[in-house]
């Protein structure tokens, strides 16, 4: 992972990602666990938020998957949750459901404890999919190996908007 104390304030990366998603005209919608709606929370902060943030949801369990998300038991096959595949998925699925330029997920153990699926507290998996033509997926694991439980909220969530801060400059940048 990133070291922590480089990484911009929450606040700051919602800021820069709205900014291009704006001039961008691009919207945005966000499926999250164990960031437990900070990504969402800083998104909608910035004034001017209905012109680029769809929707979102807080999957924090199967049963809010299959509520929220719309998940059965066909679609978790040979997938769980806390992994790049489960975390591109539901990138792609909270795009497709709000009909938005971009799906950003993450999905982790935030701590103090591991995952009931062995992953070490401090784990996540983060990813983003879609782009104007659909086809972009980006997907990173990260550990931060800290069992504090606020602390790695903050990070995972830092973390899923630097990576699509980068992949949204990224392609600005491309000829």
Not at 24 to 51: I, K, M, Y
Not at 64 to 87: I, N, Q, S, V
Not at 142 to 148: N, Q
Not at 164 to 174: G, I, V
């Amino acid at each position: 992972m990133s070291d922590p104390a480089a990484l911009p304030p929450l606040h700051t990366l919602a800021h820069d990602v709205a900014a291009l998603l704006k001039a961008r005209r691009e919207t945005v919608a966000v499926a999250e666990s164990s960031a437990g709606g900070l990504v969402s929370a800083a998104l909608l902060a910035v004034p001017g938020a209905s012109a680029y943030f769809l929707g979102g949801a807080v999957v924090y369990s199967r049963r809010a998957g299959k509520a929220l998300m719309g998940l059965t038991a066909a679609d978790m096959e040979g997938m769980r949750a806390e992994t790049e595949p489960y975390a591109r998925m539901m990138a792609a699925r909270v795009r497709d459901m709000h009909r938005a330029t971009w799906g950003l997920c993450e999905s982790g153990a935030a701590g103090p404890s591991g995952s009931p699926y062995g992953d070490a507290p401090g784990h996540v998996c983060v990813a983003v999919a879609g782009g104007p033509e659909g086809g972009i997926v980006h997907s990173r694991t990260l550990a931060t190996g800290l069992p504090d439980r606020p602390a790695n909220m903050d990070l995972f969530a830092r973390e899923l908007l630097r990576q699509f801060d980068e992949l949204l400059r990224s392609l600005a940048a491309a000829p």
